[in-house]
């Protein structure tokens, strides 16, 4: 899929907003989920309920979670990860622009994978990830740290 990142054999950051005949695609190249991580209040081409109805009616299963672009906090992240644990995988995640659902992912891949936080930060990068600003880059290495290696 074009302008996304396999973060791992489960896990695919789009780093664009699904539109509306976006999730026939998405299923044919083998995704069986689609995660959502735009607020309700943000600009979208698909609403969180139509997404839903989409991505059910192309066969997926749907998860979406406000995520704003500010801090974050440990809560946030846990209840993402409980939820992308449970999901049939491959997954594919999105924000608007990667940013928000690369975070998580990666923090998520990281702590399954026993990463430390500086670790994740080298693998983010590698992946093409920025975890700006830098309250953000401090609160993946923490987490990670914290859960996973």
Request: proline residues 3%.
């Given at each position: 899929m074009d302008n996304a990142v396999q973060v791992s054999d489960a896990f695919t950051v789009a780093r664009f907003e699904p539109g509306r005949r976006a999730f026939a695609e998405i299923a044919e190249k083998g995704f069986r989920s689609v995660v959502s991580l735009q607020t309700r209040g943000e600009d979208q081409k698909v609403g969180p309920d139509e997404e839903r109805a989409?991505?059910?009616?192309?066969?997926?299963?749907?998860?979406?979670?406000?995520?704003?672009?500010?801090?974050?906090?440990?809560?946030?992240?846990?209840?993402?990860?409980?939820?992308?644990?449970?999901?049939?995988?491959?997954?594919?995640?999105?924000?608007?622009?990667?940013?928000?659902?690369?975070?998580l992912t990666i923090m998520h891949v990281a702590a399954e994978e026993?990463?430390?936080?500086?670790?994740?930060?080298?693998?983010?990068?590698?992946?093409?990830?920025?975890?700006e600003p830098p309250e953000l880059e401090r609160f993946v290495r923490s987490y990670v740290d914290r859960h996973g290696g």
């Open positions: 989409l991505a059910e009616g192309a066969g997926l299963a749907f998860y979406q979670q406000d995520v704003t672009g500010g801090a974050m906090a440990d809560a946030e992240v846990d209840r993402f990860r409980e939820a992308v644990a449970a999901l049939p995988k491959p997954v594919l995640l999105h924000c608007a622009s990667g940013a928000r659902s690369g975070a026993g990463l430390t936080g500086d670790e994740t930060l080298r693998k983010a990068e590698a992946l093409g990830f920025r975890c």
